[in-house]
């Protein structure tokens, strides 16, 4: 690849990459229950990315919010570590394309600026989407599938990339700006929103995490494995069963959600495509057999 900066893992220079796609999550108010920024270092890990650069922190962030970690090198020496926003990249399993995976924080000033210095990666990597995901709180009961919801650049690309649109209007993140910055700079791209039960979002939710990582795996046709996440996910949803059926009241009210889902499921589920479902099924055994062809 390229010479890298031996105190920050960073690149000099910027490789050059084959038909790079982007994925990015950011720690902060987009990631409930740590479910975007666990997917993305579960993947940096999974796929054996390594580092490429990262952003200079000094321009948007808050260093009494966002403050640098001090560790010990060789056990004498001190070193400040600045937490910010570091790029990766990885090939995608069984292709020869690359992924570019930005493990990001929530910048606290300059929004735009930020996002710029972003973009600018994405033209100068030649990437060709951009992937981001993040996690919110929702009435969703912990005991259901994980839903996950999408926004798409356009409306034919959300039906080719079934995605299920989200009819949220009010505040957003650094995720959704960032995601509206690529589509008004004629990039394609496609974020994907996990729902994590709001009256367990104190702690990690694995769960949540492996509903996105699905979606990724769909989106690129590739095998993301998926190591012990899984039994995380059920050692999780085991944990907070316990807790729930420890509680009158919260018991009760998981048993409402329940009902609910099933309703709004019932009202909404459309007649099964045989064609589709076959399709899917050949995607599926096809990555899990030679890894895809990518997408």
Known sequence: MTDRDPDTGASGDQPRLVEPVMIAAFEGWNDAGEAASTALEHLELSWDATPLTSIDPEEYYDFQVTRPHVRLADGVTRKIEWQTTRLSVATLPGTERHVVLVNGIEPNLRWRAFCRELLGHVDTLGVTKVITLGALLTDTPHTRPTPVTGISYDKSSAGELRVEPSTYQGPTGIVG???????????????????????????????????????????????????????????????????????????????????????????????????????????????????????
């Open 177 to 295: 700006v960032f995601q509206n910055a690529c589509v008004e700079a004629g990039v394609p791209a496609v974020s994907f929103w996990a729902a994590v039960p709001h009256y367990v979002s104190q702690a990690r939710v694995p769960k949540a995490a492996v509903a996105l990582l699905h979606r990724v795996e769909e989106l690129l046709d590739v095998e993301v494995p998926l190591g012990g996440l899984p039994e995380q996910a059920e050692e999780w949803e085991r944990t907070v069963s316990e807790m729930a059926e420890a509680d009158d009241e919260v018991r009760e009210y998981v048993r409402q959600l329940e009902e609910q889902a099933e309703a709004e499921d019932e009202d909404e589920l459309p007649e099964a495509d045989g064609d589709a479902i076959a399709a899917d099924f050949e995607r599926y055994l096809r990555r899990r057999g030679t890894g895809g062809s990518g997408n």
